[in-house]
Nanobody, 130 residues
Framework: QVQLVESGGGLVQPGGSLRLSCAAS????????MGWFRQTPGKEREFVAA???????????DYADSVKDRFTISRDNAKKIVNLQMNSLKPEDTAAYYC????????????????????WGQGTQVTVSS
C-alpha cells in the first residue's frame, strides 16, 4: 500500500507561482510512476503531469498541453516527495489537485490515463484569482 499526502495549495494572483508537494509513505520502493491530476466542480478529472523512473533515476516526464512550459514535475528521491512547480498561473488553473501513484511502470503513452494509478491523495485546492 502507498499513502499520499498533498500540500502547497492556496490562493495566488494570475501570473503567480505555487509549488505543490506529494509525500509518499508505505511501499514507496515500488512506486515507479506518479502524477498530478486536477478537477473542478461539474467536470471530469483531468491529467496535469506525471513522472516515472527506473532504478531510482528519472526516466520520463509528461505534461498536459495546457500546462506545458509553465509547470514542472520533479522527484526528490531522498525525501520520497514529488513536486509540481506551477508558474505563470491562470484563472483556468483553479482546481482541486490530486496526487496519484502506481506501483507499476506505466507506459509513456498511458501516463495520462487516471485508471493506471491505484493510489490517490485527498487533494489540495489551488485558486488563481485577483
Amino acid at each position: 500500500q502507498v499513502q499520499l499526502v498533498e500540500s502547497g495549495g492556496g490562493l495566488v494572483q494570475p501570473g503567480g507561482s505555487l509549488r505543490l508537494s506529494c509525500a509518499a509513505s508505505g511501499r514507496t520502493d515500488s512506486t515507479y510512476t506518479m502524477g498530478w491530476f486536477r478537477q473542478t466542480p461539474g467536470k471530469e478529472r483531468e491529467f496535469v503531469a506525471a513522472i516515472r523512473w527506473i532504478s531510482g533515476r528519472t526516466a520520463f516526464a509528461d505534461y498536459a498541453d495546457s500546462v506545458k512550459d509553465r509547470f514542472t514535475i520533479s522527484r526528490d528521491n531522498a525525501k520520497k516527495i514529488v513536486n509540481l512547480q506551477m508558474n505563470s498561473l491562470k484563472p483556468e488553473d483553479t482546481a482541486a489537485y490530486y496526487c496519484a501513484a502506481s506501483t507499476s511502470l506505466v507506459a509513456t503513452s498511458q501516463m495520462q490515463i487516471q485508471e493506471k494509478y491505484a493510489y490517490w491523495g485527498q487533494g489540495t485546492q489551488v485558486t488563481v484569482s485577483s
